[in-house]
């Protein structure tokens, strides 16, 4: 990573951060040498909190796209699936996955030490299509236990009862395999604590989200990586801890008075997934006096759990997560961000056009169009790619958003 | 009247038949929503189908690195080609299609609407919850027509579309036998079965096959496999052909594969759950295991020398699945051929790259 990638983060949160994640790949290591099962599984499910229920370590290869893209092995895991005969036009998450699972993990120097490989597969029919097809590949690769199951794709506001029985019934299946696997029985209150800890995880992040519609904002877009214990650590005391002293640390900024930067003249709003391999995108509007408080991709979180429903919980969880940031629940995106223009007092929006999340970035010129008719917020939008530097051009983001910055400051 | 000239009609067959029964026609994308529930209420289902006049109209609302047939269905809805319908229906499979009807929904604004999730999985659950699913829809289209649903309407229905499919599997039967029928006459044959009432259709194809039945099957040139997803390039089928080979098997979204099973016999809807679940599935199915047997077992059943896989940019489940679906093919030393199609149909490039293949065959 050159030093110029290099987001400028002002957390303090992001040292305790530092050392989550490394722990969190650390333990799945730990968990293969002394022999407790690690399972990999698609990413933002509510089947975490079965997972550290029954002390089985999850993995999410999503999770761990990221990670490659920060450190900068996701060109050599694109090469990989290159040659294996996998398109470039595929979403990038896909292309690092697989390219990583078929060949990269056999060499050296991966972020972390690399992934412990997989004692069993969830492989879910639900959520996006680069999904199902990342674990497709995975089971074809290793020859582990696999559980086929799904879930219903279905728009927010679309859910029914039958939707969630359907929910619960994939997760006793899940739990029955868990089960046979592990030769234990899961314990329903462990179960119940877990989502009691994922419940007030969710509350406490809305509650750092909300910090931000103080002007100046205490926090921008930069520090995003926050996100990694609601992927990753749901259904655990870490990701309470965690949040509740990232709580204390924005609200006492927010006390102060103390913003992102001395001068905010500008907020932003930013849609679809940050370009992991340069979060300093997130810096750069700090030159205009110009903070990014609000973001679509961070309100996958804004549900509750009901640790007395523990099963219904995390089923309605798995359902919500790919909706409400896809264009399955197009209205609820755009009713999601009408109201972020008015709860953050939202200047302007910067859309990024993933060509590696086709859900996400379709229904995009129709949000701008809300912006534009409904709204009166300019926006732009740019093209980029979460994971691949490759189809992003630094010097096209400049000369759009030098334009869009400037229109802005002029018409504040 | 043969299919091609049926398809030419299609606007005012669909216009005389709305007249007539007054009843809704709902526009639909993709083949797994359940046209037979439809037609129990005298619903007239349509396929959204076709070639825009300038796929660009869409430019506005999608992206460019959204599939091809995407962005041509959305152009052809702004052009105002679907104005007739009264409403649009869809099951979630690919993303872009997805996306497609939640834009499609926002900007052409019917007056009816509704999407359905289908499970990926074949167990009692899953088939229970397909019910519970199709039941919210039959409430939606009571609401629509104003009519109760009623299970001997629908076991009707079943019947009618159980006749015809078997009809058009007695056509790929017929090809696959050697009989000299033209592969760009299947596909016109797939196309009206999705755009036009179903009668209507199954009466042509007992014309057709009265009259191809009667055919003398010939020693036909190398068989060919196509798999693709939406493959609407009639002159590039018809390029195929040209070079002596024949497409005797197809693995598409408008092919064999939805006629593959009939829907059983027993209470209707349990039935027509049962269909939609046990097909074979689609690139977008979650069930890759199932998808790489029929590939495999329809090599040996038809004997297939090469398969041409038409492909579509930025096409996620087919791209996805082309190298294990290729290797699988290596592993059996059947030749194949992908072609990747931008929107342009059958351009000089692929052309050239056909013939190359065909080519390096005779080697």
């Known amino acids: 990573m050159t030093e110029e990638k290099k987001t400028r983060k002002r957390l303090q949160a992001n040292t305790a951060l530092r050392e989550i994640i490394a722990e969190f790949y650390a333990d799945g290591h730990r968990a293969k040498a002394e022999g407790r099962p690690v399972g990999w599984i698609p990413p933002m499910n509510g089947l975490i909190e079965l997972f550290y229920a029954m002390d089985v370590h999850p993995i999410f290869p999503e999770n761990w796209a990221p990670l490659c893209a920060a450190m900068g092995t996701n060109a050599a895991n694109f090469s990989f699936a290159e040659r294996r005969g996998y398109s470039p036009d595929l979403c990038g998450y896909f292309r690092n996955n697989i390219g990583y699972a078929l060949d990269g993990i056999s060499e050296e120097n991966q972020p972390l030490g690399g992934l412990p490989e997989p004692d069993f597969l969830i492989s879910f029919g639900a959520g996006c299509v680069p999904t199902m097809k990342t674990f497709q590949v995975l089971c074809d690769r290793f020859d582990v236990p696999v559980l086929r199951a799904d879930l219903p794709q279905v728009a927010m506001e679309d859910i029914r009862e039958h939707h969630i029985e359907y929910g619960v019934t994939q997760m006793k299946r899940l739990i029955a395999f868990l089960e046979g696997l592990t030769g234990k029985k899961l314990d329903m209150d462990r179960l119940s604590q877990a989502v009691a800890y994922t419940d007030e995880a969710c509350r406490i992040w809305d509650e750092i989200m909300e910090t931000r519609r103080n002007v100046p904002a205490p926090f921008s877009a930069a520090e995003i990586g926050i996100m990694f214990v609601m992927v990753t650590r749901h259904g655990t005391r870490v990701a309470v801890d965690f949040l509740n002293d990232v709580l204390s640390e924005v609200r006492g900024k927010v006390e102060r008075g103390e913003g992102v930067i001395p001068n905010e003249r500008i907020r932003l709003f930013w849609d679809n997934i940050p370009l992991w391999y340069n979060m300093k995108l997130f810096n750069y509007f700090e030159k205009w006096d110009a903070v990014v408080v609000a973001e679509t991709y961070t309100s996958a979180w804004t549900m509750r759990m009901d640790p007395e429903k523990p099963l219904e919980s995390i089923a309605y969880k798995t359902l919500v997560s790919y909706p409400l940031v896809s264009c399955v629940s197009l209205n609820k995106r755009i009713e999601l961000i009408r109201n972020a223009v008015r709860d953050y007092r939202i200047d302007g929006a910067v859309l990024h056009s993933n060509m590696s999340c086709k859900p996400i970035s379709m229904g995009q010129m129709d949000i701008q169009r809300v912006l534009r008719d409904e709204l009166d917020v300019p926006s732009v939008m740019f093209d980029g790619d979460h994971m691949d530097g490759g189809k992003f051009s630094m010097a096209q983001f400049q000369t759009r958003i030098d334009a869009f910055m400037e229109m802005l400051l002029a018409r504040s | ?363």
């Not at chain 2, 052809?76 to 869809?90: N, P, S």
């Not at chain 2, 039959?138 to 027509?145: A, C, H, N, P, Y």
């Not at chain 2, 977008?284 to 004997?303: M, N, Q, V, W």
């Not at chain 2, 679906?325 to 199609?341: H, I, T």
Request: negative net charge; hydrophobic residues 40%; proline residues 6%.
């Open chain 2, 1 to 363: 009247m043969d299919f091609r000239g049926l398809l030419d009609e299609q606007t005012d067959i669909i216009d005389a038949e709305k007249r007539r029964t007054g009843a809704p026609v709902l526009g639909t994308l993709c083949s797994y929503v359940p046209v037979e529930l439809l037609h129990s209420f005298g619903i007239v289902p349509v396929r959204i189908w076709g070639q825009a006049d300038d796929m660009h109209h869409a430019d506005g609302l999608l992206q460019s690195y959204i599939c091809p047939p995407v962005r041509n269905l959305l152009a052809m809805g702004l052009e105002g080609r679907y104005d007739f319908l009264d409403g649009i229906l869809h099951c979630y499979t690919c993303d872009a299609t997805c996306g497609l009807y939640n834009v499609w929904v926002r900007n052409i604004e019917p007056r009816f609407s509704h999407m359905i999730s289908l499970p990926y999985v074949d167990t009692d659950e899953s088939r229970r919850y397909a019910t519970a699913e199709f039941e919210v829809l039959i409430g939606k289209l009571e609401s629509l027509t104003g009519d109760a649903f009623s299970t001997d309407s629908l076991a009707e229905s079943i019947s009618l579309y159980n006749a015809q499919r078997e009809l058009m599997r007695e056509v790929y039967e017929l090809k696959a036998a050697g009989c000299p029928i033209e592969y760009a006459d299947i596909y016109s044959m797939n196309v009206c079965s999705q755009v036009l009432p179903v009668g209507l259709v199954a009466a042509e194809l007992r014309e057709y096959l009265e009259r191809t039945r009667k055919m003398t099957p010939g020693p036909d040139g190398r068989r060919i496999l196509l798999s693709g997803s939406v493959v609407t390039d009639l002159p590039l089928l018809e390029f195929i052909e040209s070079t002596g080979a024949a497409i005797v098997a197809d693995d598409t979204c408008l092919g064999h594969r939805l006629l593959e099973s009939r829907i059983p016999d027993g209470p209707p809807l349990e039935s027509l759950v049962e269909y939609y679940l046990s097909r074979p599935p689609c690139a977008s199915r979650a069930d890759f295991p199932s998808r790489r047997r029929i590939l495999e077992e329809t090599l040996e059943s038809h004997g297939i020398d090469a398969v041409i896989f038409v492909h579509q940019k930025f096409c996620d489940p087919h791209l996805s699945d082309h190298p294990f679906l290729k290797e699988a093919l290596e592993a059996r030393g059947v030749p194949s051929l992908q072609v990747e199609l931008e929107g342009e149909g059958f351009t000089g490039q692929v052309r050239t790259r056909i013939e190359g293949f065909f080519e390096m065959l005779e080697t």
